[in-house]
């Protein structure tokens, strides 16, 4: 080949070679994963004595609450710091509208589970978690929370045993003991109202021991979920009776300190037939 | 011995190889020469079709294949690169030789490669009755992958997540323990016997010569594993000349795709390889000996890695054909441990408590083969192997890992009782032991017996029948029963056109840590279900393979992959628990197609040869007991190769897509979006030397495989190769 036919194909690749750089460069390229747009920015206020087993704290965002699933929570990738009266918190999340925003409190000692709301901004007037939503016009809500050190600090027990009727479903999720601040009346109250709940029973009959933060506990129940129902999505297999009128529900008020014993409840499957 | 059994031995064998000692026998010698160039191609590879003799061209091309019975046979020649020919109507008379020159000529693309997954023997792929894909060893030096995934990735149907292998959807991601696909180096299982999984780095790619891609199940043959399919990584044969290659890489990454992603200075994050293998034959005896590490910062906070290979193959042929083949590989990774993002704003930064977490692996596969061609009708192949899996620090607990020993042997035998038939019959045992503080001591074997016939009826149609039965005993625990049919039809009613046809089933027992892992890893704990049942498949396949012309082609297949008992990873997002659980029943299915093309065109005075490879596949997967998608597992999956030869220059691109995950278990509510990545490379070779500029991910496109993982941003690779 001759010195000039080579140099002529050379030009036409670097040509081609040009011109096609120059329309990928023309185009709008998809890039994929991009970063998220809006933000949620609290002021984070909190109260009382901390629990000396506080791991951490974390920001966490609904995109529906009651959530159907705890993996569809945004969540801070890192606990906000909670050695101070007042915290600033930032959480990226993508456009759209958000059912509720809450604190998440993690134990050092053991598995976080759905009573460890430590905060939860409520709407008075309609009873529901506080909405917003991100926008490009509105990329930013900024709020704040008060966060009650109380709410987990869990300085009174309930012990009891829990019998069941039958063996388990085969497609039971999970079966729980629950202590209940105010007998729930709707998927909401199952997660507000919670004061403390056990997930681990697997054996019949089950000895329960129950952190609870002191004061009035009005309801404490034996819930069933089914395999991949709704996170609140509670069956109640049965409830503590009052001793003395069993028609009637149990209530129990604790001191800081005080253990309640013998809390035992009689867990019917039919119910859930 | 008592003399009874000697003499039924001695029988057995005289009626095995079918052809009395005394017949006389013919030979064919010649030599293989390249077609434009004229010079002589060692290590070209000969075979007789329709018998178990073949041959491999010396340094000089040369070729001679003795003891041959008297008849007519077609023999095939084929070289790396090189467009396969078969000789038809070759003449073998007693006491004469028959001299072949034959010219073959250069192609981009190896339509019509050979492979031995098909039916544990050497054969044509378009004489297979399974859809089967092959990444050749002049694609893998074109593409200059870091290691075996990098390879692999661009195979038609094949898929990664995170270092998990899909073939069609089979496997999705189980979280590094357990994996639906079968690992084969030279034919020998490789994976780590107490996760099952595979290493990536256990060889440098410049010792591989093919790697063929079985889909669908093939436990028939191929035993437990092979449920979703099969991978075999053949490695390089010594060369009959001494021979010297070297491949060293350097790169570097880019700048994110966004500004407020950068968490490093770019200019430090690089990636650097180098890899070395001299080989040589001394007479009988072959060596081949290679070095390689590769070392690289990542592109991520704890993407460090530092890898060593050695490897080693010794051959020595013995009189009569006897091949005795020992290969040894020892490989070592010492890496961070990147498990998921800090966050989408941060994706290349982990949570800084998690900054100690790395891992180390030592990993030593050796296995031993012996052929031992009886005559030109019966083979017996002999086979050890040994996989020793050390895992080091992991999540920054410790190392609490014993090593896992995984000891195989396998006696096969090939045999041609009447022409037409070809009779595979054998028996595998594997022992698969794994040991740490996580999950105990255990200890679980197979035996597996498997017979196979390949009946060639006529020139244009290939039945296979085979069955396999296997006895899977836990030591101490539970023990099951699997059998594992196979039936297959090819059929070429034209020399263009083929059709095939396949039923088969595969099973997979569950690993040691799917059954008896018990770990706390950051907020989940993972619980042990030792009555964890094992997997089992039906892969049905229909395929098409049509040659529009001699460089031009289309392979159409659809296949029904049917599970039943998949074993997938259980998230109890309530108790924060993992728990590997069998699915009652799952279905993959859909429809692939590739097209191969490549011509050569003279243009402004010069030679140009493109080449163009598509493929594309379709898939509908679903978890039949919730009618839900399974999770990890793309429904779409494309590529388009194209390049361009001129002389001493070569320009490809490459395009891989897979479409948005649709169901994923850990973070749903993160973005997914699809897979496009396009690759660039530029080469030019000089002699027996090349240097090649790569772009990979030109698009800067952001995609994680699975929740908070990004794949690497833009990079770039300048590569240099050459043999002395």
Known sequence: ??????????????????????????????????????????????????????????????????????????????????????????????????????????????????????????????????????????????????????????????????????????NTAAVAVAAYEVKPEDSIDYLIFLKSIDFSIETNPYQFDLPVTSGMVSYIAVFWLEERAALTDFKTLGYYRDPRRPERIGQIFLSPGDIASGVNIEADWSLIQ | MKPKILFFLLFLIQMLTAYPAVALQGTISGQVIDADTRESLPGANIQIIGTLRGASADAEGRFTIDRIPPGVYSVRISMIGFRSQTKEKISVQPDRTVELTVALKQTPIEFDPIVVLAGKMQQRL????????????????????????????????????????????????????????????????????????????????LDVEQIEVLKGAGSTLWGSSALGGVVNIITKDPSSTGKLMFSTSIGRYDEPAFGEWQWTDPDRLHYTRADISYSRRFKSLGLRLSAGRFVTTGYTELGDAQKTNLTGKVDYRFSGGIKLTTHVAYSHIDRGFFVQWLGQNDPYQVDPKNLDNNAKTHQISAYSKLAIPISARFAVNLRASFVRTLMGNQFGQGAGFNPAIGQGFEV???????????????????????????????????????LQDEWKLGEQVRLTAGVRYDRYQLINGQKEDLFSPRLGVNWQPWSTTTFRASVGSGFRAATIVE??????????????????????????????????????????????????????????????????????????????????????????????????????????????????????????????????????????????YASKIEAVKVYPINDRVAMKFLDGRISYYWRDYSVQLGVYNILQYNYAPMESNLMPMRHFTLGLKGEL
């Not at chain 2, 894909?133 to 992958?145: D, G, K, L, M």
């Not at chain 2, 099952?196 to 780095?201: I, K, L, R, T």
């Not at chain 2, 996580?438 to 197979?446: A, E, N, R």
Request: hydrophobic share 40%; glycine share 6%; with cysteine.
């Open chain 2, 412 to 450: 096969q035998t090939d045999w041609i009782p009447v022409t037409g038939h070809t009779l595979t019959a054998g028996v595998q045992v594997q022992l698969d032991a794994g040991s740490t503080k996580y999950f105990g001591d255990h200890k679980g074997y197979f035996i597996g017996p498997y």
């Open chain 2, 515 to 656: 059954r008896f892992l018990e770990l706390s890893v950051m907020n989940f704990k993972v619980i042990a279900n030792p009555e964890l049942k094992s997997e089992s498949s039906w892969a049905y396949d229909l395929g098409f393979r049509q040659y529009i012309t001699p460089n031009w082609n289309i392979d159409i297949s659809l296949f029904d992959n049917e599970y039943w008992e998949m074993v997938e990873a259980h998230l109890d997002l309530i108790r924060g628990q993992i728990q590997f659980r069998n699915i009652p029943r799952a279905t993959i299915r859909g429809l692939e197609a590739t097209s191969n093309m490549s011509t050569e065109i003279n243009w402004v005075g010069r030679n140009w040869v493109p080449a163009l490879q598509l493929s594309l596949t379709a898939m509908q997967h679903e978890d039949r007991q919730w009618q839900e998608p399974l999770p990890y597992r793309p429904p779409v999956l494309g590529s388009v190769k194209a390049s361009v030869k001129t002389g001493a220059l070569q320009v490809e691109i490459d395009y891989r």
């Open chain 1, 1 to 170: 080949m001759s010195k000039t036919n080579c140099k002529t194909a050379i030009q036409r690749l670097c040509r081609s070679a040009a011109v096609f750089s120059l329309l990928l460069a023309a185009c709008s390229v998809d890039q994929g994963i991009e970063p998220l747009p809006g933000k949620l920015r609290v002021r984070v206020v909190y109260r009382g004595e901390r629990p000396a087993d506080t791991q951490g704290v974390y920001l966490v965002v609904a995109p529906e609450f009651p959530p159907h699933a705890i993996n569809e929570l945004h969540h801070s990738p890192n606990s906000l710091a909670f050695d101070r009266d007042t915290v600033y918190a930032e959480l990226d999340l993508p456009y759209g509208h958000y059912d509720a925003y809450m604190l998440w409190w993690y134990s050092i000692d053991r598995k976080s589970n759905l009573a460890d709301i430590l905060s939860m901004s409520i709407d008075l007037t309609s009873k529901q978690p506080e909405y917003f939503d991100l926008t490009p016009d509105n990329p930013v809500y900024e709020t704040r929370l008060t966060a009650s050190w109380g709410a987990v600090n869990r300085n009174a027990r309930i012990k009891g045993t829990v019998t069941f009727n039958g063996p388990f479903p085969a």
């Open chain 2, 126 to 205: 378009d004489q297979a009755p399974v859809s089967l894909s092959v990444v050749t060893s002049a694609e893998i030096q074109r593409r200059n992958p870091m290691d075996l995934q990098e390879a692999l990735e661009a195979a038609p149907g094949v898929h990664f997540i995170g270092s998990q292998i899909n073939i069609r959807g089979s496997t999705g991601f189980t979280f590094g323990a357990g994996n639906k696909v079968l690992l084969l180096m030279d034919g020998v299982p490789v994976y780590a016997s107490d996760t099952g999984e595979f290493n990536w780095d256990m060889l440098p790619p």
